[in-house]
């Protein structure tokens, strides 16, 4: 299989007359395509089997008014070397057409829909066309990440109405259920097709926790947005703060002290147990089975409460900073983490015992909410979700960051894609999390935690990072602006990416258990929705 280099020779012989440009970004090769002939390229970069890119982040950029341009990218991840490639084309001046890479790679289709929805830009040729971000009250022609659109604007409401497929056949009837639901879960709206009752079709209706994110990170300085990363999805305040660091971090030339790279791992891995606590025990609990539910927040409670006494935050706020860690531990605060792990995992094992004895238990996990693994490949599935069906992919050993260079990960991976698999990979994380972290204690050093920037980027210089947190990879773009702001920064939780996968789990199972299903993907509707 090829490797970054060799994808783009292999490209070039290909199609070296579509290629305008061959250049890196951050050590990623970058080619620059003609606009009509990008699909095409794209297309073989996806299906050549010494190639089999994965779309993994594709985002648009309006250069305005720097210059009179829009600017397409595409990130794909090499199947077997897990190297990066990047194809890049130009929009100019009023263009506002691009050829739609979605008929041929499916996880490009709610990419394209975002990209139409919040710039006006129009993917020609895709199979749907509905809005994704920008509900139907929204007056058309307001593209709220387009440079002429300010940030306060107040939008009058229109009428509109979102058109849902529909199946039509005797005994098919539609079940509705949400946006608003029991509980303190967020909004979203899940729309089941069903005939008897098995699902035949789910169709997702999204974003109504829109908040204008990316849009506020353009009004905030580089060394500033910390806060606002941390709050794009409450439970994953680490990962998401770290992969926006990292990305103004190599815009700005920084280099983090090794003790801070220790740290940040530390939390993410902190970060990682006590969300996948949270997950097994939300599991069982939608089984009507209490018993490892209430041992489950049990434990995730030692979690939240060890994280309060060393940050004075349960959910690990203010710990990143650009350029380090807010936060150092002492020897005292480090022994005393390991020791409580200690106390806890000998615990988690036997409760872990307790599940496995379940028949019960593993007859209504196994076979429910099948995603194979041809499906996840497909849509490009990542995290918890991809491993459990095959998808051999973590950033922390593919790309490592902060101290996994150092400490590399044992990757969990299962074949199986349905409900069982993806709970057995947060049990075996888990265990993974505590030799980390009992890791990160034996090799941390002494020294500073925090190194000053000093690099002012020269606007319309960018960067990307990507983190792996709990529920899969993070993206970050950062593009630097005027003065030293932000003039374009790309977020991608990965619930983004795989909220439209369970569309494809649920098939054939029965409305009941759905709860179950959405429960073991466990998606962010606030990372998702921005």
């Not at 107040?154 to 056949?169: H, M, P």
């Not at 209430?294 to 006494?309: P, T």
């Not at 015992?353 to 990542?382: M, Q, Y």
């Amino acid at each position: 299989m090829a490797d970054a280099q060799t994808a783009m020779t292999q490209l070039k012989e290909a199609y070296g007359a579509s290629i305008v440009e061959m250049t890196s970004i951050n050590g990623t090769p970058r080619l620059r395509v003609k606009k009509d002939d990008l699909p095409q390229v794209a297309h073989y970069l996806h299906t050549h089997p010494n190639l089999r890119g994965s779309l993994s982040l594709l985002w648009a950029v309006d250069h305005r008014p720097r210059e009179s341009r829009y600017e397409i990218c595409y990130l794909f991840t090499l199947a077997e070397c897990k190297d990066w490639l990047l194809l890049c084309m130009d929009l100019q001046g009023d263009d506002r057409l691009f050829g739609s890479i979605t008929p041929h790679i499916h996880a490009a289709q709610w990419y394209e829909r975002e990209i139409r929805d919040m710039f006006g830009l129009i993917p020609v040729g895709h199979p749907d066309m509905h809005r994704l971000v920008r509900h139907e009250h929204w007056p058309k022609g307001s593209h709220p990440l387009k440079k002429d659109f300010q940030w306060d604007t107040v939008l009058e409401r229109t009428q509109g109405q979102y058109e849902f497929r529909q199946i039509e056949g005797e005994g098919v009837f539609e079940v509705p259920v949400g946006p608003i639901h029991a509980g303190i879960i967020e909004p979203g709206h899940f729309r089941f097709s069903v005939a008897g009752e098995p699902i035949m079709q789910l169709e997702i209706h999204h974003f109504w926790k829109h908040r204008g994110v990316e849009k506020l990170f353009e009004r905030q300085q580089l060394t500033e947005s910390v806060p606002l990363a941390e709050r794009v999805s409450g439970d994953t305040t680490v990962g998401h703060s770290l992969a926006y660091c990292q990305a103004v971090e190599i815009l700005m030339d920084a280099e983090v002290p090794r003790r801070a790279r220790y740290l940040r791992s530390l939390f993410l891995e902190l970060e990682r147990l006590h969300n996948h606590l949270g997950d097994v025990g939300a599991i069982c609990n939608d089984t009507a089975y209490a018993l490892p539910h209430a041992h489950c927040g049990r434990i995730k409670e030692q979690i939240m409460q060890l994280n309060d006494r060393l940050t004075g935050s349960r959910f690990l706020r203010g710990v990143n900073c650009v350029g380090g860690v807010g936060i150092d531990l002492t020897r005292e605060q480090l022994t005393q983490i390991v020791e409580e792990l200690d106390g806890i995992e000998p615990d988690f094992t036997e409760l872990e015992r307790i599940l496995f004895a379940n028949a019960s238990l593993t007859d209504r996990l196994e076979t429910t909410g099948v995603l194979t693994e041809e499906t996840a490949w497909d849509h490009a599935v990542i995290g918890v979700v991809g491993r459990a069906s095959g998808v051999d992919q973590d950033i922390r050993r593919d790309h490592p960051f902060a101290a996994y260079g150092e400490l590399p990960p044992q990757t969990v991976l299962y074949r199986y894609g349905d409900v069982r698999a993806r709970m057995r990979v947060r049990l075996d994380e888990i265990h993974e999390s505590i030799r980390l972290i009992r890791e990160i204690k034996q090799g941390i050093t002494q020294g500073p935690v925090l190194t000053r920037p000093t690099v002012v980027p020269a606007p319309g210089t960018w960067a990307f990072s990507a983190v792996e947190g709990w529920r899969g990879e993070i993206f970050y773009v950062v593009m630097a602006g005027e003065q030293g702001k932000i003039h374009r920064c790309k977020v991608r939780d990965p619930s983004f990416v795989n909220w439209p996968a369970i569309q494809w789990a649920v098939l054939g199972n029965i409305i009941p258990d759905f709860p179950l299903i959405n429960k073991s993907f466990n998606l962010s509707y606030a990372g998702n929705d921005l």
